[in-house]
């Protein structure tokens, strides 16, 4: 089974509608990221978590939210879904040593119509 | 804020040949990680390099951090088809991780 993963993998919504994706790991990790993909872009950090009392914005926040619900656990909902949104969203563990690997799992590609 | 640039963004080259890719900041990293994604998939860790100069080899790729720990070189002798993916760099900020701008490798057969 694979450690880290995601889901739904493939989603089609519509402007204004909530979303849901959900990640959870069995690799114990303390620390989990959510970050958006988009071509030319590289990988950009919506928000990470340290442990299940530590929620932390990153670099594009703004018009997403975040729940630590265990320390296996960390979904990132959309509010109000809109289509500059649709990107590939990675969800990643680390542990807490500063520089280590991070894991990833497969994407979840959302598409705001 | 601390960006990280990648060039080339496209490269697509024939079996056998180099390449180089390059990752270059204006700000220093403690730290800069490779990494490979294929499609579907997600990203999976190369190389962590630490030191500024240090020059790390993985069969037939070698990875360098500049002396300022500023930039970051990837260098494929050889290449081949599979090594086809999208290589990211990746330097370690104030507890997290700042992504470049990726390249993505075509090796043709």
């Known amino acids: 089974d694979a450690d880290v993963t995601q889901t739904p993998r493939n989603r089609i919504t519509k402007t204004g509608k909530r979303i849901m994706l959900e990640c959870s790991q069995t690799k114990g990790h303390d620390r989990m990221y959510w970050y958006r993909q988009d071509p030319g872009l590289g990988l950009r950090l919506i928000y990470y978590s340290f442990d299940v009392k530590d929620i932390n914005k990153g670099e594009i926040s703004d018009g997403y939210s975040v729940s630590r619900q265990a320390q296996a656990k960390f979904s990132l909902s959309l509010e109000s879904a809109i289509p500059n949104q649709t990107a590939l969203y990675f969800c990643?563990?680390?542990?807490?040593?500063?520089?280590?690997?991070?894991?990833f799992g497969p994407g979840t590609r959302l598409t705001v119509l | 804020t601390q960006l990280l640039e990648q060039s080339p963004q496209f490269l697509s080259i024939q079996e056998g040949e180099n390449l180089t890719v390059y990752c270059n900041s204006s700000s220093v990293f403690s730290s800069l990680q490779w990494y490979r994604q294929e499609p579907g998939e997600g990203p999976v860790l190369l190389v962590t390099?630490?030191?500024?100069?240090e020059v790390k080899k993985l069969k037939r790729l070698t990875f360098q951090f500049g002396d300022a720990r500023k930039d970051s070189s990837l260098h494929i002798t050889a290449a081949q088809p599979g090594d086809t993916g999208l290589y990211l760099c990746?330097?370690?900020?104030?507890?997290?991780?700042?992504f470049g701008t990726g390249t993505r490798l075509k090796v043709l057969a």
């Open positions: 990643a563990t680390s542990d807490r040593i500063e520089g280590n690997e991070q894991f």
């Open positions: 390099v630490v030191t500024g100069g």
């Open positions: 990746a330097g370690l900020g104030t507890y997290k991780y700042i």
